[in-house]
């Protein structure tokens, strides 16, 4: 990826701007002017001539739309100056409304995200909120020195500001914490906050840019540039950023290596602007001429075929394996591009285009109603774009599919981690509460079964939907803040979610594309799991299923781009690309299992002799309810004797619901395996499934709500304690063994049945009668 400059030395101006539309930029400068540039016809023309003694300092355009809807009052811009007045401008370039807000200049001006509020940072270290009509709300801080740049957080919720060398993160709410470190060993001159992935940028006179979290974790630390960093500015979408400094122009990736560095000779570089669909730069440069630059040269990879964007309006296709090349015209700039599942996906300005890999002569091409596509995300079957309005599902033949939508979406927020896609379901990270999950169904774009959301007990960070599979077995990773990885069920259908832990200090994640295996960065390793639901069914194994790449072959922090068939491709913190491979029988036996050939995936196993994969077949086969492969898988890998003998008694029971019970049992879903004898009419059984685990009080529970079995009950609680010498302290089990009636016979409750002072002599042989008479023995 690099930038495609262009400096505009006529007319000799611009000192700050900000971009209107994709392809118009307004500026001003200490000239008086404000002047519009027209990048389509390459016109520049004046909209007003402001007073003599208004020298501007910055300008921030009013929030177009906000969640979808179009601004009433966007066509407005704020304006600050050296006076220590802001200004609200129209687009035709009159003053709207002029405000005394600061003792000295007005350093910085910046609306909200939804435009409900302005903050401005002055020489004087105050830090003010203002409604949208310029009326003050509150002064937010008094530092003392002056404020050289201010940020929004991304919910509108916070302000980021410089103070000296530290940086600075203050709540609007007066009782929150604030938040302050040291971020440079120079003055901070700029900072940028993004609200797609929360990143914080800062650049100072140490001549280094820096990365954080919204923690004030430090992510990335540049090596000192020549000169000082005097302007930074974050893509809309999160993706990259940029840099400027004395004659340089930096490319940077969102984790802070550098794609391109470009040294055009324009002095420094006072201000940065991206266009709103992130593919274009501006930037004010300090001998009065404005620099263009054209993102280009990105890359797309899937399989054999390799997809670069050699110009604004032009693909090239690569095929590795005969080195054809195919050259791909579109009528409008490329704003956003996604290759998979032998699908190319292209948004521009206006269009659409869907490209097949097998023919790339003629794709299908339909109209957006939304020209800005932040992210594109694909399936199987179908694919997702999100825009500043909302979301849409189309198929490959260009159908809309559904639109999801929700309370208070914001469609501009999202980004690939906080949203994912599967054939059968769409995954949203609630921005409104970051614990939430909400699941929605493809075809009819309304919440998945109940309707309700999944929550998690920490604030979740990453997100991932398996893509292989029936809908009834979707499961759903997710990462919290803790970095701690767990594994759920999508469709559980009014019961409680079971969320189970599977890893621990993993950074990012992803499914394979043809098998439900997952691969993640954990603890700096690459991890597979090769069967990640072997949870839900014998969670003792899960170690045994992973299959863990040596570190050495990455250095710091790499990131998962994608997991293709038994390809890993990777990122690491340098920018460089690396490829790990996954052994291909794990694939091989999901595909076997899937389709129920067992005796196949036996010999596979045998082939192999991999305990990881015998592992893997003893899970599948017990999740698949086949427990006579089951019983040799878990044979195969020494599991102790009495778990095969348990799978062997499963096997035996005399009825359908019986087994089912046992192997839930076996699984750990005692609530499931109890409701699934109940409602079989198995009462004895539910009973005897809460002794055997020594859950007394839902054991006497049942026997009392169905009238049968209370002596047994009674009897084996005798024996327990019996056995560990203890006495019945337990009321409710001391008022039932005075009423209750062995033998089947009951005469009533308390002192009046003639059964009621039974010795334990009489007491154990009653429960022996019981048990000859109604066919079971104590297990």
């Known amino acids: 990826m690099r930038l495609k400059t262009t400096v505009q030395k006529e007319p000799k101006h611009i000192l700050i701007h900000c971009w209107t539309t994709a392809d118009e930029l307004y500026s001003c400068s200490d000239d008086h002017q404000i002047l519009k540039w027209n990048l389509v016809n390459n016109e520049t023309n004046v909209v007003v001539k402001l007073s003599e003694d208004i020298y501007p300092l910055d300008m921030h355009w009013f929030p177009k739309t906000v969640g979808g809807k179009r601004q009433t009052q966007a066509e407005i811009f704020v304006l600050t100056s050296t006076d220590g007045k802001f200004h609200l401008v129209s687009k035709m370039g009159r003053i709207e409304k002029s405000v005394d807000a600061h003792k000295g200049a007005v350093l910085a001006g910046r609306w909200n995200y939804d435009g409900t509020a302005l903050v401005t940072a002055g020489e004087d270290g105050l830090i003010k909120i203002w409604s949208k009509v310029g009326m003050l709300r509150s002064t937010l801080a008094n530092q003392g020195s002056p404020v050289y740049s201010v940020a929004w957080g991304p ?142 040269e ?10 670069t964007l050699t110009k604004r309006r032009s693909m090239q296709v690569t095929n590795v394996m005969n080195d054809a090349v195919d050259i791909l015209e579109l009528r409008d700039p490329v704003i956003k591009a996604s290759l998979a599942f032998a699908h190319l996906v292209v948004a521009t300005s206006l269009q659409c285009y869907v490209y097949s890999s097998r023919n790339w002569n003629t794709p299908l091409i339909f109209d957006l109603k939304e020209g800005t596509v932040s992210l594109i995300l694909q399936a199987e079957k179908h694919f997702l774009l999100v825009d500043g309005a909302g ?24 980004n690939a981690q906080v949203i994912s896609l599967c054939d059968d379901t769409i995954a949203i990270r609630d921005n409104r509460d970051e614990k939430v999950i909400l699941f929605f169904d493809v075809l009819t774009g309304k919440a998945v079964g109940d309707g309700n959301p999944l929550t998690h007990k920490l604030e979740v960070v990453e997100i991932a939907l398996d893509q292989c599979g029936p809908a009834t077995d979707r499961k759903i990773a997710l990462i919290d803040k803790n970095r701690d990885l767990y594994l759920a069920s999508v469709r559980h259908f009014g019961r409680e979610t079971k969320i189970c832990k599977i890893g621990t200090m993993v950074d990012n994640i992803a499914w ?36 863990i790449r040596d570190s050495s072959e990455f250095n710091s922090a790499p990131r998962i781009l994608n997991f293709s068939g038994t390809k890993v491709t990777l990122r690491q913190g340098d920018g460089s690309l690396v490829y790990s491979s996954v052994p291909p029988y ?97 009462i004895y059984q539910a009973i005897q499934v809460n002794i055997d685990l020594f859950n007394w009080e839902r054991a006497l529970e049942l026997a009392v709500k169905h009238k049968t079995h209370v002596d047994t009950v009674l009897a084996y609680r005798e024996k327990f304690l019996q056995k560990f010498g203890k006495k019945e302290t337990n009321k409710r089990f001391l008022h039932y063994s005075e009423g209750v009636c062995f033998g089947g016979i009951s005469t009533g409750y308390g002192k009046n049945c003639k059964y009621s002072r039974l010795t334990k002599q009489q007491l154990s042989a009653a429960t022996l009668w019981a048990q000859m008479n109604w066919g079971f023995s104590e297990q």
């Open 155 to 296: 919910d509108s919720d916070r302000i980021l500001y410089t103070s000296g060398v530290q940086l600075t993160i203050k709540p609007l709410q007066p009782s929150a914490k604030v938040m302050q470190w040291k971020a440079h060993d120079g003055l901070v001159l700029k900072v940028d906050w993004n609200s797609v992935n929360s990143l914080i940028l800062s650049g100072g006179e140490d001549c280094k840019y820096k990365v954080w979290d919204s923690f004030g974790r430090l992510l990335h630390s540049s090596s000192p540039h020549d000169y000082p960093v005097t302007s930074l500015s974050w893509a809309p979408d999160g993706e990259m950023f940029a840099v400027g400094s004395f004659n340089t122009l930096r490319l940077c990736d969102k984790t802070g290596w550098s794609y391109a560095v470009e040294k055009p000779h324009t002095g420094s570089l006072f201000s940065l602007a991206w266009s709103a669909d992130s593919t274009q730069l501006a930037g004010a440069c300090g001998n009065g001429h404005v620099i263009f630059a054209h993102v280009l």
């Open 298 to 307: 990105q890359c797309w990879e899937w399989k054999n075929f390799v997809i």
């Open 391 to 414: 979301l849409y599902v189309f198929s490959y033949e260009g159908r809309l599919i559904s639109s999801p939508k929700f309370l208070d979406m914001r469609a501009d927020s999202l």
């Open 512 to 547: 394979n594309d043809a098998a439900n295996i997952l691969c993640g960065i954990q603890d700096n390793q690459l991890t597979v799991w090769c069967y990640p639901s072997v949870v839900f069914t014998d969670k003792d194994l899960l170690p045994k299923t992973l299959h």
């Open 586 to 682: 794990i694939a091989l036996l999901h595909e076997y299992c899937s389709s129920a050939r067992w005796e196949d995936a036996l010999c596979l196993c045998r082939l192999v002799k991999d305990q990881s994969l015998w592992a893997c077949l003893a899970s599948m086969a017990m999740a698949n309810r086949e427990l006579t492969t089951a019983e040799m898988a878990y044979g195969a890998i020494g599991e102790v004797r009495d778990l095969v003998e348990y799978i062997s008694m499963i096997k035996e029971q005399p009825s359908k619901e019986s087994a089912l019970a046992h192997m839930l049992l076996f699984s750990g879903q005692v609530q499931e395996a109890e409701s699934a004898l109940l409602q079989a009419g198995l």
